[in-house]
């Protein structure tokens, strides 16, 4: 009598232990693909804006044609890359700048020197920091990312 | 005896569903791997990619074929001394019109593997002084 009652309680500890061992394992399988996937995810939509920023950038600057005058200017204590274009007697102007969080955009038609305000604009990707530097006819463009890692690219505006 | 039954067939089924779960986990585990590496390539080809845009667009003329290894390190910044990848850059200029064109090949290796990450072939047209 006593040893069926030892048996007994022999498996239900091993019941026990095998149905602790499967939870256990099953939460560290959902915590270890929770961390990897928002690891992932981050580095991606890290790489993106990286990537898009810098090239988006590069492919405006680019496709510029000899109508078209690209120039680095210091506006609302930020630099500003406006590309100018002269139609028919108005200026068109492009203007790409960083307002802090995000590389925007902002077309308009008037001088490069009238005021503009850095909330308008497109936004075309979210950084932590995006600079541009002018180093002759070459133009550095640093992007840096949500995890802080930093990507450059150099362009030759002599074209 | 009716509990013993019990208790025999529930362990067989525990057995089972931890047998079927440690498969499930082996599969999904290669997935996260895969994913991770997959990951750790397209942050590693998107810098070389912007490494390779920066020398084509800034390369220098040269008079001879020239070829030159240049070494980047984990972060894309430039290193004197052999480290995690390294560009090798082709320069063939050849005599056209009154300059000179140059070809230039860009491969972009992972040092390690030696598995090429990216390439490009580009050239520039280097007029000479007072020829317009």
Redesign the interface.
């Known amino acids: 009598m006593t040893f069926k009652k030892k048996?007994?309680s022999v498996?239900?500890f091993?019941?026990v232990a095998?149905?602790a061992?499967?939870a256990v394992?099953?939460v560290l399988?959902t915590l270890?693909?929770a961390r990897?996937?928002r690891?992932?995810a981050t580095?991606?939509r890290a790489?993106n804006a990286?990537?898009s920023s810098?090239s988006y950038v590069?492919n405006k600057l680019r496709s510029c044609n000899e109508k078209q005058t690209v120039l680095l200017l210091q506006q609302e204590d930020i630099p500003v890359l406006t590309i100018k274009e002269d139609v028919d007697g108005d200026t068109y102007l492009t203007r790409i700048f960083f307002d802090g969080e995000y590389l925007k955009e902002f077309a308009s038609v008037g001088s490069e020197d009238a005021p503009f305000s850095i909330e308008s604009g497109d936004k075309i990707a979210k950084l932590n920091d995006f600079t541009i530097k002018q180093d002759g006819n070459?133009l550095v463009l640093t992007a840096t990312a949500e995890d802080m890692?930093?990507?450059?690219?150099?362009?030759?505006t002599d074209f | 005896m009716k509990?013993?039954r019990f208790?025999q067939s529930?362990?067989i089924e525990?057995?089972m569903?931890?047998l079927f779960?440690s498969l499930a986990?082996a599969v999904?585990?290669r997935f996260?791997a895969q994913?991770?590496l997959l990951?750790?390539k397209?942050?590693e080809v998107?810098?070389a990619?912007?490494a390779a845009?920066?020398v084509a667009?800034?390369f220098e003329k040269t008079e001879v074929s020239q070829s030159y290894t240049l070494f980047f390190d984990q972060?894309?910044k430039q290193t004197d001394q052999p480290s995690s990848f390294e560009m090798r850059i082709l320069l063939e200029p050849t005599e056209s019109g009154n300059g000179i064109l140059c070809d230039c090949d860009i491969d972009v290796y992972k040092s390690q593997t030696q598995d090429l990450l990216f390439q490009l072939s580009t050239n520039r047209y280097f007029a000479q002084e007072g020829a317009k």
């Open positions: 048996n007994s498996q239900t091993c019941m095998v149905f061992v499967f394992l099953a399988l270890t693909g990897v996937y690891d992932i580095s991606m790489n990286l990537r810098l590069s070459l890692r930093t990507m450059s690219l150099t362009l030759n | 509990r013993s208790w529930f362990f525990m057995a569903v931890v779960f986990v999904i585990i996260f994913g991770a990951s750790e397209s942050k998107n810098g990619i912007l845009q920066t667009q800034t972060n894309w």
